[in-house]
């Protein structure tokens, strides 16, 4: 308000708006379409009777902010603030502009519960509400991102069947519908059922299995730790090893990686035979090496997983060279004849003992 003028007593006034005492429901992100950021909105009347119900009061806060070009998004944020500004709304919505880190710092500390309705399955993970966790605030989310993996019923509401329906705007007002029952019929009943000493006990309770089960497993502390003993630690051991004795390791990789170089084009396969018995496929493949040592490549077999079929990866045995020019080996393996053979195809791929394939090494030649 005092950045666009107002008067000093509204200025004033805002400061009183809120009540600490009132169920404060949050919702702040970027206004892209598919987090549908109006779900809430679908029904304003009945939005409007949910917050001002005089026993059982909510106040709701949103925030965010919608990419310049996205006009579809600008206009979802239009429908908060010209909400917001109906003077019935006014005592007990908020829209906060300039949603940013700063804000939501406060935002998370600040709400009781925290919503996000995305639509199914486009949430990759939905941070937020993550942050909202060691604040004790409770989750009320769409089962898509983090909460799909997360939720549990002692630690928040859900919304939604765990499906995709596309943007089936009928499937959009059921889920807007199923929102306001869990609003009105769960989550305001829980916080304002209180003992005799005004303590929510089941609400806390929520609260208590909220950060308990879930702050170890969705923090920046947990993803650091994993990155830094899953990947940074063993290669900081790997460079240690290769720089050792003068780059000894390193270089016998370098001699790897210029033989590779040499003679990867000129890589090809040769006959195939499949043989079916005992609920087997015996898979024989030729590979021409031209060369290069058996050693410095994997042979496997791989199957996609379609079809409601498991993917399939399977190292070939090199059984023996054969006699011809282009120094082609015998490859073979056995696999599941539970599918058709045609599923299977061979590959060739570089091969060194502690080189990351395929981050450090991404060749890979199919079988045509
Ligand atoms: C956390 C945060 C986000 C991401 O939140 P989501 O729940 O993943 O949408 C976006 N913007 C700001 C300013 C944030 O603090």
């Known amino acids: 308000y005092a950045a666009a003028g107002a008067s000093a007593d509204t200025v004033e006034?805002?400061?009183?708006?809120?009540?600490?005492?009132?169920?404060?429901?949050?919702?702040?992100?970027?206004?892209?379409?598919?987090?549908?950021?109006?779900?809430?909105?679908?029904?304003?009347?009945?939005?409007?009777?949910?917050?001002?119900?005089?026993?059982?009061?909510?106040?709701?806060?949103?925030?965010?902010?919608?990419?310049?070009?996205?006009?579809?998004?600008?206009a979802l944020i239009?429908?908060?603030?010209?909400?917001?500004?109906?003077?019935d709304v006014r005592p007990h919505a908020v829209f906060l502009s300039d949603y940013d880190m700063q804000l939501t710092e406060r935002l998370v500390q600040g709400v009781d519960v925290w919503l996000n309705t995305p639509r199914r399955p486009w949430e990759a993970c939905g941070t937020?509400?993550?942050?909202?966790?060691?604040?004790?605030?409770?989750?009320?989310?769409?089962?898509?991102?983090?909460?799909?993996?997360?939720?549990?019923?002692?630690?928040?509401?859900?919304?939604?069947?765990g499906k995709e329906h596309g943007?089936?705007?009928?499937?959009?007002?059921e889920e807007a519908e199923a929102l306001y029952d869990r609003l009105e019929r769960e989550v305001v009943p829980a916080f304002y059922s209180r003992n005799d000493k005004g303590i929510p006990t089941a609400w806390v309770a929520r609260m208590r299995e909220s950060m308990a089960r879930l702050t170890p497993r969705f923090s920046a502390e947990r993803a650091v730790r994993e990155y830094t003993e899953q990947h940074y630690l063993p290669a900081a051991a790997t460079y240690l090893s290769r720089v050792a004795n003068k780059g000894e390791v390193a270089k016998k990789i370098m001699d790897w990686r210029h033989s590779l170089d040499a003679t990867w084009a000129s890589l090809q396969f040769g006959a195939v035979k499949v043989e079916t018995r005992g609920g087997?496929?015996?898979?024989?493949?030729?590979?021409?090496?031209?060369?290069?040592?058996?050693?410095?490549?994997?042979?496997?077999?791989?199957?996609?997983?379609?079809?409601?079929?498991?993917?399939?990866?399977?190292?070939?045995?090199?059984?023996?060279p054969l006699s011809d020019e282009s120094g082609s080996y015998?490859?073979?393996?056995?696999?599941?004849?539970?599918?058709?053979?045609?599923?299977?195809?061979?590959r060739v791929m570089p091969r060194y003992d502690g080189v990351a394939i395929p981050l450090e090494e991404s060749r890979i030649l199919w079988q045509k």
């Open 13 to 74: 006034a805002a400061k009183h708006l809120f009540d600490p005492d009132k169920l404060t429901l949050g919702f702040a992100r970027r206004f892209a379409s598919y987090k549908r950021p109006n779900l809430l909105l679908q029904d304003p009347e009945r939005l409007l009777r949910l917050l001002s119900n005089p026993q059982r009061p909510v106040q709701l806060i949103i925030a965010g902010k919608a990419h310049p070009a996205d006009s579809a998004g600008q």
């Open 78 to 87: 239009q429908k908060w603030v010209q909400f917001v500004r109906r003077p």
């Open 128 to 161: 937020s509400g993550m942050k909202v966790l060691v604040n004790g605030g409770i989750n009320l989310s769409e089962l898509d991102g983090w909460w799909a993996e997360a939720y549990a019923q002692e630690v928040g509401w859900a919304l939604g069947d």
């Open 167 to 173: 943007d089936d705007p009928s499937w959009d007002a």
């Open 280 to 320: 087997q496929h015996i898979i024989e493949v030729e590979v021409g090496l031209h060369g290069l040592d058996s050693k410095a490549v994997r042979v496997e077999i791989f199957a996609d997983e379609i079809n409601g079929y498991h993917i399939t990866r399977q190292e070939m045995t090199c059984l023996h």
């Open 330 to 346: 015998l490859y073979s393996v056995a696999v599941s004849a539970d599918r058709p053979p045609a599923d299977y195809t061979a």
